[in-house]
């Protein structure tokens, strides 16, 4: 039917790019493709062919991930939108996958609004993908990274704080996500070195550690602003080790929960066994659709050409039923 359409979802790596197929709470994977060859699999274009009618949602889970915050003066429409693209294009030399988020104004009488820009510091690790979808006029909803999910992933996992650091583990790396009053404010994607689960949950305690003396320096956070809650979504046969070595103090308290809770919390009803926090992610992704993402009018010109048609066909079946 015009109105429903399969949903895919593509899920990108440094090493590979892995497709699923998403329905009602459950992740399928379908393919699995190389990202670290000159050219692109032609059994992806396959994969595109044998559903010419399906939504792609990009998920991007890579270390090349920046983030800047600075802060401009009060400006608005027209002459914001043009600062904000100079801004962009002075920062990134791919402006069709950048993305600025207001942090809000600050108070006296300037104004000043504080802004975070975003985008990836290697986007051929993605172009490939999206121009081959684009080729095939496949619709493409947006793409994400991972950080973006953190404050609705935390949120559907019944954690309702406004500032919190959550730490994912996906088979790409453990990912510290920093978000602040539900926005995203820093990120980062890493490898825990250990020889076995209790040396990788002592190193991560340490690497938080770290981590919130950092944002502290960076004054992302108070010195006297309390404990930052830290969230860890663990694999549930590591459960016992993440509580022996993560231990609460003044300025960290953390919640471990289990994949298995997790996935109950969020709604996830099915997904492959060797899926670790990504099953979470994809399912997020494709139950919760953000509102921020990445991609240019370009990259998503079938979507929206789709989406118009929609509404258009939508408003012409209201006028019809308005006149009966």
Known sequence: MLFRSAKRLLYVTSEKVSAFSWNAGTVVQDAVFDNNKEELPPEFLDYVDEAPNALYFVLVDIVEEDFHQEMIPYVRGG??????????????????????????????????????????????????????????????????????????????????????????????????????NGQIRFSRLGQIEGDNMLQRATALAMETNRLQQYL????????????????????????????????????????????????KKAGLKSAPSHLLAERLLLHILAAAQPAHQ??????????????????????????CVFCL
């Open 216 to 263: 502290t320096n960076m004054r992302m956070l108070a010195r006297d602003g309390g404990a930052l809650d830290v969230i860890i979504v663990s694999p549930d046969e590591a459960l016992s080790e993440f509580r022996s070595a993560c231990s609460s103090n003044a300025q960290i308290s953390y919640h471990i929960v289990g994949f298995d809770e997790a996935c």
């Open 79 to 180: 002459d914001r939108r043009t600062l904000l693209q100079r801004k962009v294009a002075q920062r990134y030399r791919d402006i069709s996958l950048a993305l600025t988020l207001s942090l809000g104004f600050e108070t006296g009488p300037r104004r000043e609004e504080s802004i975070l820009f975003a985008s990836f510091t290697n986007t051929q690790q993605i172009q490939p993908w999206l121009f081959a979808l684009n080729g095939k006029e496949a619709r493409v909803v947006g793409v994400y990274s991972v950080p973006l999910l953190a404050p609705t992933l935390a949120k559907r996992i019944g954690f309702e704080q406004k500032r919190f650091l959550l730490v994912t583990i996906q088979n790409a790396g453990i990912r510290q996500s920093f978000v602040d």
């Open 294 to 319: 990445f991609a240019d009018d370009d990259h998503r010109r079938y979507f929206n050409l789709w989406r118009a048609r929609i509404a258009s066909l939508a408003a012409g079946a209201a006028i």
